[in-house]
T-cell receptor, first 117, second 115 residues
Framework: AQKVTQAQTEISVVEKEDVTLDCVYE???????LFWYKQPPSGELVFLIR??????QNEISGRYSWNFQKSTSSFNFTITASQVVDSAVYFC??????????????FGKGITLSVRP | EPEVTQTPSHQVTQMGQEVILRCVPI?????FYWYRQILGQKVEFLVS????????KSEIFDDQFSVERPDGSNFTLKIRSTKLEDSAMYFC?????????????FGPGTRLTVL
């Protein structure tokens, strides 16, 4: 069975602070995929990143960066110089494949990030 | 850019009534999904659908739920006799298949309110 744990429930920071959102996962699959989604107050799910289990390179995209560590089963997300527009719920998710059985996304409970001006 | 659409955006119904939530996946996508999110909680998988049959379903997807792809464009989720606890946001998603994009494409959701 797959499981995603986001132990932090709510984080509040002041604008321009850096913030790290933690994600720990469990799976028996040898190949798997990890994701981060953003859910703004409007409710839609916005895809941010996918990481394959066989690719442990960290990734940076603008103010966003992701740290994937297989040894600790973690896939953490850092926002540098946070902005008010970053306020949202952030979900980490896991899937075993892209198609067919086991392609479902298993989500964590989400982290509510509030960025104050 | 192509997108998944869902109708209605908000549905209000009485307990015990049947509802049908509609989704139009992206054309030429082959894999379809329904997820739900109870207010303030995580997104939960309900069912996946491929080649006109269910590929996988969760424990939530019991006999009161059914899915159908009645024509080449729509993908529907039916709840036969709604309960108060069915109140949630329902997301449809689709995926093209092998060599596809990085993730499933999600629709904007249908908020179901059961009174």
């Amino acid at each position: 069975a797959q499981k995603v744990t986001q132990a932090q429930t709510e984080i509040s920071v002041v604008e321009k602070e850096d913030v790290t959102l933690d994600c720990v996962y469990e799976t028996r699959d040898t190949t798997y995929y990890l994701f981060w989604y953003k859910q703004p107050p409007s409710g839609e799910l916005v895809f941010l990143i996918r990481r394959n289990s066989f690719d442990e390179q960290n990734e940076i995209s603008g103010r966003y960066s992701w740290n994937f560590q297989k040894s600790t089963s973690s896939f953490n997300f850092t926002i540098t110089a946070s902005q008010v527009v970053d306020s949202a719920v952030y979900f980490c998710a896991l899937s075993g494949t892209f198609t067919g059985a086991n392609s479902k996304l298993t989500f964590g409970k989400g982290i509510t990030l509030s960025v104050r001006p | 850019e192509p997108e998944v659409t869902q109708t209605p955006s908000h549905q209000v119904t009485q307990m015990g009534q049947e509802v049908i939530l509609r989704c139009v996946p992206i054309s030429n996508h082959l894999y379809f999904y329904w997820y739900r999110q109870i207010l303030g909680q995580k997104v939960e998988f309900l069912v996946s659908f491929y080649n006109n049959e269910i590929s996988e379903k969760s424990e939530i997807f019991d006999d009161q739920f059914s899915v159908e792809r009645p024509d080449g464009s729509n993908f529907t989720l039916k709840i036969r006799s709604t309960k108060l606890e069915d109140s949630a946001m329902y997301f449809c998603a689709s995926y093209p298949g092998l060599a596809g994009p990085d993730t499933q494409y999600f629709g904007p959701g249908t908020r179901l309110t059961v009174l």
